[in-house]
């Protein structure tokens, strides 16, 4: 029986606590819950002590073991921190161990999933995201909390993630969701670049982020994962990056190896257009302003589209400004795609750039479905779980 420590922070969201505990036991889920002072304030001891497979603690000093921290630590498959405060984030993020739950925080090898839940301003608070920021580059899982309504009747992005999609992730992380395993995936990441002259491009704002976080994932998951990008992030392990610049590149690199390919998913932002005759030599301003006649690029996705084989999954994303949904079912359409994650690229929170995502995933079966504000990389996770469900069909797909 997989052995989870549950720890409660001091927010309203506490109670919710109570539901994650109760589905982990349902599951077969040994759960041995930690309650911070703060806590306590919300939701009693004695209600998870009920529900949970060993009573609840609430201190490093008042219970039968003298190092509860390290037992608890060491003898974990998995903590999980839900809610998870701003002061937890912080503590954590900064070594600091105070109590028992920051204690066996940092006296574990075991995997950590913190479930933030906090105001929005507090949330989006450079302070918040930075410690967020570090935890995830020490391997922290973070399941993002989601938009709705906040104590004190606000409304906002902040709200603790459903405790379903908690005791799902927590499963996921148990059993080492491996579901793409022997399945070949290639994505393509970040924004081409066109010559006007050796020096001078015409490019585009993405990052790279959007397509590096589906990369990632989908290793994770077990996939053998190309990478064909044009920016310079950093890879998980076991991903082989191919680094291309123009959209030329980009097409040669990806139809060479979409053959072999179970899932082709293009996150990349394809310059639709080209210089036809780039300068060989740097234009010189004193020579005035140039001229330059632009002409199309291949449409590497509709190329994909066209040549599919059947059980091979093509995802494209549609970049869009306005009539989201409709531009995008309209290509989705024309593309011949299995799905098309749509976003809005004008948002300051989505779309180029940030590390934030909001997406619509519409399926070629019709479906449509609309995200929350939530990380890239839980939106590629998002997106990784529709394509495990149509390689797989829908009854097998579990859930990521
Ligand atoms: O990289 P980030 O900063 O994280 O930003 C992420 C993102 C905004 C770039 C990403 O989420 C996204 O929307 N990628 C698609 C960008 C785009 O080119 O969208 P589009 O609507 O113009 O194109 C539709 C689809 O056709 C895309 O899958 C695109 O890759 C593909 N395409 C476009 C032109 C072309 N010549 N060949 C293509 O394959």
Redesign the pocket.
């Known amino acids: 029986m997989p052995r989870v420590v549950l720890g409660v922070c001091g927010g309203i969201a506490a109670y919710k606590a109570v539901e994650v505990c109760r589905r982990l036991v349902d599951a077969g889920v040994h759960v041995a819950p930690i309650l911070t002072d703060d806590a306590q304030r919300f939701v009693g001891a004695l209600t998870f002590s009920a529900l949970a497979s060993e009573p609840a603690r609430t201190s490093l000093f008042d219970g039968p073991d003298p190092i509860p921290h390290t037992t608890l630590g060491q003898n974990a498959d998995l903590i999980v921190v839900a809610p998870a405060t701003a002061k937890l984030l912080g503590k954590y993020a900064a070594g600091i161990s105070d109590d028992l739950l920051t204690a066996t925080l940092l006296a574990t090898r075991a995997p950590v999933l913190v479930c933030p839940a906090m105001h929005t301003e507090m949330w989006e608070h450079a302070a918040v995201q930075d410690n967020l920021a570090t935890l995830r580059r020490r391997g922290v899982h973070v399941l993002d909390p989601e938009e709705g309504r906040l104590a004190g009747g606000d409304v906002g992005a902040g709200r603790l993630a459903d405790p379903a999609r908690i005791t799902d992730a927590v499963l996921g992380l148990l059993t080492g969701n491996r579901s793409l395993a022997g399945r070949t995936v290639v994505v393509?990441?970040?924004?081409t670049r066109e010559a006007l002259d050796p020096v001078r491009y015409l490019g585009n704002?993405?990052?790279?982020?959007?397509?590096h976080a589906l990369a990632n994932v989908a290793a994770r998951l077990g996939a053998h994962v190309v990478l064909v990008t044009t920016?310079n992030l950093p890879a998980a392990s076991g991903v082989e990056v191919v680094r291309v610049d123009s959209?030329q590149e980009m097409h040669d690199a990806v139809m060479a190896r979409s053959a072999q390919a179970d899932v082709l998913i293009?996150?990349?932002?394809?310059?639709?257009f080209r210089p036809k005759a780039p300068s060989t030599q740097k234009i010189k301003k004193a020579d005035g302003v140039p001229e330059f006649v632009l002409e199309p690029?291949?449409?590497?996705?509709?190329a994909l589209g066209r040549a599919k084989r059947p059980g091979q999954v093509v995802v494209?994303?549609?970049?869009?400004t306005e009539r989201l949904r409709e531009h995008a079912a309209a290509?989705l359409e024309s593309?011949r795609v299995d799905l098309m994650?749509a976003?809005d690229?004008s948002a300051l929170d989505a779309?180029?750039?940030v590390d934030t995502?909001r997406a619509w995933l519409l399926g070629a079966d019709g479906s449509a479905d609309e995200t929350a504000l939530i990380s890239?990389e839980e939106l590629a996770r998002l997106v990784l779980e529709r394509v495990v469900r149509l390689l797989v069909g829908p009854a097998d797909g579990p859930s990521i």
């Open positions: 393509t990441a970040g924004g704002r993405s990052s790279g982020k959007m397509g920016a959209a293009m996150a990349a932002a394809v310059a639709d690029t291949t449409d590497i996705l509709a494209g994303f549609a970049a869009e290509k593309k994650v976003n690229v779309g180029f750039e995502n890239k």
